[in-house]
T-cell receptor, first 108, second 118 residues
Framework: KQEVTQIPAALSVPEGENLVLNCSFT??????LQWFRQDPGKGLTSLLL?????REQTSGRLNASLDKSSGRSTLYIAASQPGDSATYLC???????FGAGTRLTVKP | GAVVSQHPSRVICKSGTSVKIECRSL??????MFWYRQFPKQSLMLMAT?????????EQGVEKDKFLINHASLTLSTLTVTSAHPEDSSFYIC??????????????FGDGTRLSIL
């Protein structure tokens, strides 16, 4: 059974900092990996999808990387803003197994 | 873009009531939909995989007689929480993938249903 771990569980940074969120998974035989953000009490917003054949995807200030062989993905957020404050979740595979998330706070 | 509609967004009802939650893919067909549950300050836990025209596949520890799933068409899956009790209070979210665009497509999520059992 796929196990997904996200580190750190919580992160607080001042506005403007670049930061990295980590996601690791135990079964490297995956089709894809998807990063989401979730605001308190809300549903999920898809951020980036990385196919198993890809190494990274970029969207604006976000860059996600994937290293299947080591079972790792990172989400890089450049020039963080208070509006980036949310919980970030990674989900792995066709049946979308989720990590516990990283709760990010960006202080103005 | 692809949209998944989930209804209702919030339910408050008495213990013992059965509650039905609908998940619709609005502009694509979904052979498979997924149902998740999220308790406060926890991540999403996959409950079951809903397969169009066949029985759902439940995760270990999820009671299939408690959480009835019906996927009668390519655009609709329903989750019925039967005889709900306070411990069933949670945030339920569904997701679907556009079957017509191959397996490597993003999952699209509904906005979730917050279920509160008194």
């Amino acid at each position: 059974k796929q196990e997904v771990t996200q580190i750190p569980a919580a992160l607080s940074v001042p506005e403007g900092e670049n930061l990295v969120l980590n996601c690791s998974f135990t079964d490297s035989a995956i089709y894809n990996l998807q990063w989401f953000r979730q605001d308190p009490g809300k549903g999920l917003t898809s951020l980036l999808l990385i196919q198993s054949s890809q190494r990274e995807q970029t969207s604006g200030r976000l860059n996600a990387s994937l290293d299947k062989s080591s079972g790792r993905s990172t989400l890089y957020i450049a020039a963080s803003q208070p509006g980036d404050s949310a919980t970030y979740l990674c989900a792995v595979g066709n049946d979308m197994r989720f990590g516990a998330g990283t709760r990010l706070t960006v202080k103005p | 873009g692809a949209v998944v509609s989930q209804h209702p967004s919030r339910v408050i009802c008495k213990s013992g009531t059965s509650v039905k939650i609908e998940c619709r893919s609005l502009d694509f067909q979904a052979t498979t939909m997924f149902w998740y549950r999220q308790f406060p300050k926890q991540s999403l836990m996959l409950m079951a995989t809903s397969n169009e025209g066949s029985k759902a596949t439940y995760e270990q520890g999820v009671e299939k007689d408690k959480f009835l799933i019906n996927h009668a068409s390519l655009t609709l899956s329903t989750l019925t929480v039967t005889s709900a009790h306070p411990e069933d209070s949670s945030f339920y979210i569904c997701s679907a993938r556009d079957r017509g665009r191959g397996s490597n497509q993003p999952q699209h999520f509904g906005d979730g249903t917050r279920l509160s059992i008194l």
